[in-house]
């Protein structure tokens, strides 16, 4: 680290004397920003310090090429260097997502589907409203949609859970009762019918069944799993979790319309700031896409793709697959890259507490643990992830669920890594991280993730949706603490990143809404939960940045603005160090730039520097087309 620093002062210094001879010899920039609050974030340590605050940055092709004072880098510029006065706007590096699920959360952003979808290629409607209002419209929808379709014709008809995302509750419970598969069934006997829930969720009819089944032939019996993707009842129930991946990524979007449809996802969430997702991908249509839009330079974000297939843990019982995916990861593009696996499901709340009340348990032992030794399940999901990992493969994209999952997931690493030949320097080089942190980590398996050389995801949404508020009642103040505990980690010296993981583009959330549950810990209520566990914007600010770029074990290239790293930064319109609290998450960005591109620019900004306005949020008429 102290190296890094040392070279790239030597590198602007060489800069700064050569001045604008040096510009000339060499290759002048093509675009400086100057009369700017550039937060570098150059210190990548855990900590609350941001490092260095510049005037100026100047850019070259992809690339950051010098940061400094307004003099040090004007001096740079040449003939053709456009420089942008920042008239005294902050510089942030381009944020990231460490786990979201855009492939999942591009299909129900009205924004995007109204653009790429006619009615000539299928039936696409959405419903934003409360859970009675839902009751009463939603036969008038189906309806009009089933009188639109052409027979054989798709019908997707998305139920959010609107503008606050606080409608989940009351939604949710309608699927399989007053949405159900016998009334898709008997009003659409001519036509496929998925209804897609505005998070997870969805009820699809006989028809769509079939059409999936006949896509995925024999092999359809392999993915039959009481789990996921497809439930063994689901002929008779139409109801699953999150197995509309596979008629929507796979059967209903023809491949050129799923590209376009993810491609203007990518660029929808630069609007929020993000230059960088993380993601496990979970299908062959989903990776093909952003394989496509990788090669034909049409990525607006970068992207760290994780292989998640619980549904075949036969796959990882086999030695030389183990061994061939484990020596993909870390390869890819600068744009999309494998960051690791997550080879067994571990969403479970299983908890060493014991609950303020019997049904509590009750409902976590009909959950499950993941890796409960003590059940065939898990026995066999502690098996593919200890052939995993001591096949030298990286944990990555988990869903992790409460502390006592996390007590098995740490032993099968130790063991694991000991059994693969691995020494302690090798462990923590493989830097493996779980997600979420819903109810974990304890604070005595902090000292083990330190050890180990692990990180965490954290999405705090959790907090802001309710769901911590509803650990806090079923498993007291002692769990609530250990609800993303970002402080207890922060303090041990364990990097934690951002995690979305929600469907913000549809809802008046955004980016800085994440940060600013993470600094105040209130829902959308305003309960504040465990607010021991509170951590300051500067902390989150790092989690969104640097510690993102470890988990996507690309720090060297990306999450802070130094010399010789991606030009990846967001110009925002105020101070997020500085505003009152209440106001960050009314912060807009008004410009992304992602390795030296600008792909996000709000009107008022673009007249400003003389630029045409672009990016999906400002083109499709969200709410950046008139800032």
Request: proline share 6%.
């Amino acid at each position: 680290m102290k190296t890094q620093r040392l070279l790239q002062i030597v590198v602007l210094g060489l800069l700064i004397v050569g001045g604008s001879k040096f510009a000339s010899a060499q290759q002048a920039p093509d675009i400086i920003f100057y009369n700017g609050k550039i937060v570098t974030i150059d210190d990548h340590e855990v900590n609350s310090n941001l490092g260095t605050i510049a005037q100026a940055i100047a850019i070259k092709g992809p690339m950051i090429m010098a940061v400094g004072t307004n003099s040090q880098i004007r001096a740079l510029a040449g003939a053709g260097t456009k420089q942008i006065d920042l008239k005294g706007r902050e510089v942030l590096p381009g944020m990231g997502g460490t786990h979201d699920h855009p492939m999942d959360w591009d299909v129900i952003n009205p924004y995007i589907i109204k653009k790429v979808i006619t009615d000539d290629m299928h039936i696409e409607r959405f419903l934003n409203v409360p859970a009675d209002e839902v009751i009463k419209e939603f036969p008038r929808v189906l309806d009009e949609a089933v009188q639109k379709a052409k027979p054989g014709e798709w019908i997707r008809i998305n139920v959010l859970f609107g503008k606050q995302f606080n409608l989940g509750e009351q939604i949710m419970p309608l699927f399989g009762r007053q949405i159900n598969k016998q009334i898709l069934d008997l009003a659409a006997p001519n036509n496929p019918v998925e209804v897609k829930g505005g998070f997870t969720g969805m009820v699809i009819n006989q028809k769509g069944i079939d059409l999936v089944k006949k896509y995925y032939g024999d092999e359809m019996v392999k993915f039959v799993d009481p789990e996921m993707p497809f439930p063994q009842d689901i002929d008779k129930t139409g109801v699953c979790g999150t197995c509309y991946r596979y008629p929507e990524q796979d059967v209903i979007f023809p491949p050129e319309v799923l590209r376009e449809v993810y491609r203007l996802g990518m660029s929808w969430m630069t609007g929020y700031g993000m230059t960088f997702n993380g993601s496990s991908l979970y299908t062959a249509g989903a990776l093909t896409a952003y394989n496509y839009l990788d090669h034909h330079a049409q990525m607006t974000q970068r992207f760290a793709w994780d292989w998640y297939w619980p549904p075949r843990k036969d796959f990882f019982l086999d030695p030389y697959f183990t061994a061939a995916i484990s020596g993909m990861v870390g390869r890819g593009s600068d744009y999309l890259w494998m960051n690791g696996s997550t080879p067994a499901l571990n969403a479970r709340a299983c908890s060493t507490l014991p609950g303020t009340s019997p049904e509590v348990k009750e409902r976590e032992k009909r959950g499950g643990c993941a890796y409960d030794p003590n059940t065939p399940e898990g026995r066999l999901n502690r098996q593919v992830l200890y052939n995993w990992i001591k096949a030298g493969g990286r944990l990555a994209g988990d869903h992790t669920g409460g502390d006592l999952d996390v007590d098995y997931t740490l032993d099968i690493i130790e063991q694991a890594s000991k059994d693969g030949g691995l020494t302690a320097a090798d462990i923590q080089a493989k830097r493996n991280v779980y997600d979420h942190m819903h109810m974990s980590p304890r604070p005595d398996q902090i000292p083990r993730l330190k050890k180990l050389g692990m990180m965490t995801g954290g999405y705090n949404l959790e907090i802001y949706e309710g769901a911590a508020y509803q650990i806090l009642k079923d498993y007291g103040e002692q769990a609530a603490s250990w609800v993303q505990p970002r402080k207890s980690l922060i303090a041990a010296g364990v990097r934690n990143s951002i995690e979305i993981d929600r469907p913000i583009g549809y809802t008046d959330l955004n980016y800085f809404t994440v940060l600013y549950t993470g600094i105040t810990r209130k829902d959308y209520m305003g309960r504040i939960i465990a607010p021991s566990e509170a951590v300051d914007r500067q902390a989150m600010l790092k989690a969104a940045t640097i510690w993102g770029g470890y988990y996507a074990m690309r720090e060297d290239k990306m999450g802070s603005l130094e010399p010789a790293k991606f030009a990846d930064l967001v110009v925002l319109d105020k101070d997020y160090l500085t505003v009152p609290v209440d106001d960050i998450p009314k912060l807009r960005v008004l410009m992304t730039m992602t390795g030296g591109k600008i792909v996000h620019l709000v009107p008022s900004l673009a007249r400003e520097i003389g630029m045409q306005p672009t990016g999906a949020q400002v083109e499709l008429g969200g709410a950046a087309a008139q800032w």
